[in-house]
């Protein structure tokens, strides 16, 4: 049945930052047909309540995580990973379909994906600010030999990383590219958490983070976040390269607040394309 013709299903949104900001926008304005902004949820609900009163024509509740999940039948977590268990159990425990944008953290949270299981909840990660998640997820269906991982940023989306912080690298002066970090991306994450949120969505699509290779270069040649994918499989050897637009995060591309409504459309689609 078109979700047009279904009464609607609710969206809450935990975490009023870039991302939040722009599915509440695109679901106030009818964007993704078939749901609908039901609620958010942000640290200061005073200030989040005020920017829906400027830039949202209905009103919507600011609520706690419990009544997100009591009120949404979605639950998409845009907010700082520290908070993803928080977020996740009240909407896993009511069987909800949950979009995680911290993917990083699940990795420290294997028991919530025990929790989806035993209530028939979900937990969704989009793709993001990479690229080709639905090829890489194919091959894994026959044998992948590698994958390998190489991100290019400029130098103030990578400030205040933890591996600089605690080496004492400052990067502020760099005239020319310099490789931070190459390993497996579990230990890309440890350095890098605000970074690598892509490494972790490949490894899941792919053969994990001890096996997936992660380079992360500082370079001041760049003006956009790039991620480029390397894989050697039994059914396709294949790379791709995605250089996103920086989004008023520099963390963050453009394209990962657009990913994320891509997903919420595509799973509530007549017609899905992709994997």
Do not use: Y
């Not at 989040?48 to 009163?53: G, I, K, P, T, V």
């Not at 069987?95 to 699940?106: E, K």
């Not at 989806?116 to 998640?133: H, M, N, Y």
């Amino acid at each position: 049945m078109n979700p047009q013709l279904r009464s609607p299903q609710h969206v809450g949104i935990a975490g009023l930052g870039t991302m939040g900001k722009a599915l509440a926008r695109a679901l106030e304005k009818g964007e993704v047909p078939g749901l609908v902004l039901g609620a958010v949820c942000a640290r200061d609900s005073a200030r989040a309540s005020q920017w829906m009163r400027e830039h949202l024509s209905q009103r919507v509740a600011c609520v706690d995580f419990e009544t997100l999940a009591e009120r949404c039948e979605w639950v998409v977590e845009c907010a700082p990973a520290g908070l993803l268990r928080a977020i996740s159990e009240p909407a896993l425990r009511r069987g909800r379909r949950l979009v995680v944008m911290s993917s990083g953290a699940l990795l420290d949270a294997p028991d919530l994906l025990d929790l989806a299981r035993e209530t028939g909840g979900q937990i969704i990660v989009p793709t993001g600010g990479l690229i080709g998640l639905d090829a890489v997820s194919a091959a894994r269906e026959g044998t992948i030999q590698s994958v390998t991982l190489v991100t290019r940023k400029p130098i103030a989306g990578l400030l205040g990383a933890p591996l600089l912080v605690e080496k004492g690298i400052d990067i502020t002066g760099l005239q020319e590219p310099l490789c931070l970090f190459r390993g497996s991306a579990q230990a890309a994450r440890q350095g890098f958490p605000a970074n690598v949120n892509v490494a972790v969505a490949l490894s899941l699509a792919g053969i994990g983070v001890e096996r997936t290779q992660v380079e992360v270069w500082a370079d001041p040649t760049v003006t956009r976040n790039t991620h480029s994918i390397q894989v050697e499989a039994d059914s396709a050897s294949f790379s791709m390269t995605i250089a996103n637009v920086p989004s008023e995060n520099p963390k963050t591309g453009r394209i990962a607040a657009l990913s994320l409504i891509a997903c919420l459309r595509k799973a509530v689609a007549p017609l899905r394309v992709g994997t």
